[in-house]
Structure formats: structure tokens, C-alpha cells
């Protein structure tokens, strides 16, 4: 499954949307923390940190963050579990891992994408995605690539923003990460770049296939108490466990 058709006045077919992505991070990676600092609401440091918690991140344990970017969710995890030698990293773009390897020397750093992942099966306890999901090539085959590296027993948490149901919530959340976030992203970082960055944001969330069907998908994937916790009316976590 698809998280949303293809956006044909950024790419012309399914199979140009990873180059196009891939682009616009390598571009906008510089821009990225300063953009998502202010704009976010509350998913800084401290959501990140207490989200990962809230879902059984524990010391000790080896964590996954997949589509990492420039390190955000994984320098959470890293202050939960009091270091970053059990993280590894999973990025495609070269200008995300450069900020992130800068924060997390001690980190593993694998270049590749979410969708066949050059690690080994039942490896790791956690699995974190940060704002991320809109950009698998197909959901199911993706959450069976995380089935497969976790152990058994590992849990997932997949974050993400989600346009709200009804009318009114819609029309104020296409207003704010549609027209306000990228004109304030453009004036403060000066780049076309940033801006396109969060339009791009704004479209992948606003013909983003709905939650259930998420859940659907981690449930098609073999996982197990596959949920998704709504918050604010425009936030949610996916978690699901392995079997064990
Ligand atoms: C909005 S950023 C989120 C970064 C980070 N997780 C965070 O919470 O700030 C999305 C990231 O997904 C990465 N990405 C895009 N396509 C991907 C794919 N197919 N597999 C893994 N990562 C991907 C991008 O390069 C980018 O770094």
C-alpha cells in the first residue's frame, strides 16, 4: 500500500519519488533543525524523549531509528537509554547523516532506505520512525522489513503528523504547515529549499492514506497490538509489538 499517490507536479512516476526525496533532503538537511525547532508544536526534544519512554524504551535495550534525518528522535533515545552506543541509524540522505554523525559519534550510521534494510533479522528491542512515514515506497512491505529486525518481544513506534477528520480542523492544519510554516521557513532560513521542504511536508500529509489504514498495514505485517494513539487532533503514535 501506497501512503499517497504520486504528486505528479514534483515527480512524473512512482519510481522518480525516491530521487526527488532524496534531493530535497540532501538540500534542505542544513535547515532542517532550525525549521522543525520552532515549528512543531510540542514534538521537540522532550516529546521525543517521553514518547519513546511511554512505549517501553529502556536502558540497555538496541534501538533502531529508521529514515534518522539529521538524528532528532535518536538523540532522544539516546538520553533515555544513557548513551548512544546501541543506536543504529538508518538514513538514505548523505546531508541528513552528515548533521546526525556529528551528534551521535558513538551511533551506528547505515545509508538506506526503510523499505530492505542491509541488517540482520531479529536484532533489535526498539524501533523508532520520526515524520517519516509518508515517504516508503509501500507500507505493508516496509513494516515486514521491521517485523523482521526486531526480536521477538521488540516493539515499535512510528510518529507522525495526521490532518485532522473534520472540516474546520482540516482547513486550520492546511493553513498553518500549508501556507504559514513554509513562508516562515523561507524568511527565516533564507532558503527556497526550506520552504519546499515544508510545502512538501504539507502535501505527503494532506493525501496521506488515513490511520486506520496504518494500522491495517503494521497488522498485515505480522505485528501485534498494532494501535494508534491520536494526540493533540493532529499528532499520532503507531506502536505495535512483535510477537514474542
Ligand atoms: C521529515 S524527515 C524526519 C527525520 C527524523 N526522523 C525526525 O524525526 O526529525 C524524513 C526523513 O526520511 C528520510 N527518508 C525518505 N525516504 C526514505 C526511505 N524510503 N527510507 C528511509 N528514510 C527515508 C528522509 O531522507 C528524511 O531524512
Not at 526525496?21 to 510540542?42: E, M, R, S
Not at 515524520?131 to 510518529?159: C, N, Q, S, W
Request: glycine letters at 8%.
Amino acid at each position: 500500500m501506497v501512503p499517497h499517490p504520486v504528486l505528479s507536479h514534483r515527480y512524473a512516476q512512482p519510481e522518480e519519488r525516491q530521487h526527488y526525496v532524496k534531493n530535497l533532503f540532501d538540500q534542505g538537511a542544513t535547515h532542517y533543525d532550525p525549521v522543525v525547532g520552532w515549528g512543531f508544536f510540542g514534538t521537540g526534544n522532550h516529546y521525543r524523549k517521553t514518547a519513546q519512554s511511554r512505549h517501553g524504551l529502556r536502558p540497555g535495550m538496541q534501538v533502531l531509528d529508521v529514515a534518522s534525518g539529521t538524528g532528532l528522535v535518536a538523540v532522544a533515545a539516546s538520553q533515555v537509554l544513557g548513551g548512544d552506543s546501541t543506536v543504529t541509524c538508518v538514513e538514505p540522505s548523505d546531508g541528513m547523516l552528515a548533521v546526525a554523525k556529528k551528534k551521535l559519534p558513538n551511533a551506528r550510521f547505515i545509508q538506506s532506505r526503510a523499505e530492505s534494510m542491509p541488517l540482520e533479522d531479529d536484532a533489535y528491542d526498539f524501533l523508532t520512525v520520526g515524520y517519516a512515514l509518508r515517504h516508503f515506497a509501500d507500507l505493508e512491505a516496509t513494516f515486514r522489513e521491521f517485523h523482521r529486525v526486531l526480536k521477538p518481544g521488540g516493539h515499535v513506534l512510528i510518529m507522525e503528523a495526521t490532518r485532522p477528520a473534520g472540516r474546520i480542523g482540516s482547513a486550520l492544519f492546511k493553513l498553518y504547515f500549508g501556507i504559514v510554516y513554509p513562508f516562515f521557513a523561507r524568511l527565516l532560513t533564507h532558503s527556497p529549499k526550506a520552504e519546499e521542504m515544508m510545502v512538501y511536508f504539507w502535501e505527503t500529509m494532506d493525501t496521506c492514506v488515513r490511520p486506520q489504514a496504518v494500522v491495517s498495514a503494521l497488522q498485515a505485517a505480522g505485528f501485534q497490538q498494532a494501535r494508534r494513539i491520536p494526540l493533540m487532533g493532529i499528532f499520532s503514535e503507531y506502536a505495535a509489538v512483535k510477537a514474542g
